[in-house]
């Protein structure tokens, strides 16, 4: 009963999105082995990394992340988020993401636990050190670790939760807001605000983020079973 439960909440975002979906899995799947090794030496489960970023794989464009990897390149390096504060890259992270984990991460006693550590200056050296790790996938890796470590360090309740509700709450915090606190993502959890057009338009379809990483993350486990 399960195995079929688990078919059939999942079969909806597959058919809906059909050749886009396999091949964001495609990615996924290529990549998992050398995911994982970074997952794992920072002691993060790669099926939840994996679940969380997959509606970015789902959207990510090799052309959108070129134009926005340029402009940072130009005004983010020079003027900070407030010249320019695009996603880039697979896992589509913006500096302002970069910036928070770091100086998060800095208060934590994680740093010391795991010997990592960044500098939190604010000036044109280390902004462009941080875009070249964000351009880097294993970096990226690295920042989607980091994430998720502090969310459990901050929210201690989340280990105590389902798998699938743990996907949910650090899949909003991922595309909303990592500073939230446990009442506001539950109330944003199933809020459809992400879509997967370059340009919104009026024909746009805007999802939920965190649905789309729990219907991944249950045709993951489903394909396992």
């Known amino acids: 009963m399960c195995g079929v439960a688990v078919v059939s909440a999942a079969q909806p975002y597959r058919r809906q999105f059909d050749d886009q979906w396999k091949k964001a899995d495609e990615i996924v799947r290529e990549h ?8 794992t030496s920072l002691d993060a489960d790669s099926r939840v990394c994996e679940a969380i970023v997959f509606p970015e ?22 003027n900070g988020k407030e010249g320019a504060d695009f996603s880039i890259g697979l896992f589509q992270m913006k500096p302002s993401f970069a910036e928070k984990i770091e ?4 208060k934590s006693p994680l740093r010391h636990k795991y010997q990592l550590y960044f500098v939190n200056t604010d000036d044109e050296y280390s902004r462009r050190q941080r875009l070249e790790r964000l351009n880097d996938e294993e970096w990226q890796c690295v920042y989607l670790a980091l994430f998720i470590r502090l969310l459990l360090e901050r929210e201690p309740s989340l ?7 743990l996907i949910r709450l650090m899949a909003t915090a991922y595309n909303r807001d990592f500073e939230a606190g446990l009442d506001e993502l539950e109330r944003y959890s199933r809020a459809r605000t992400f879509h997967l057009d ?19 993350y249950i045709h993951n486990i489903n394909r396992k079973l």
């Open 103 to 106: 100086k998060a991460w800095m």
């Open 57 to 78: 794989v789902l959207r990510w464009s090799r052309l959108r992340n070129t134009i926005e990897q340029a402009t940072l390149n130009m005004f983010y390096i020079r």
């Open 32 to 39: 998992h082995q050398s995911w994982e090794a970074v997952f």
């Open 198 to 216: 370059l340009m919104p338009g009026e024909k746009t379809e805007y999802l939920s983020y965190s649905e789309l990483s729990v219907g991944w």
């Open 159 to 165: 280990a105590e939760k389902e798998p699938v509700e």
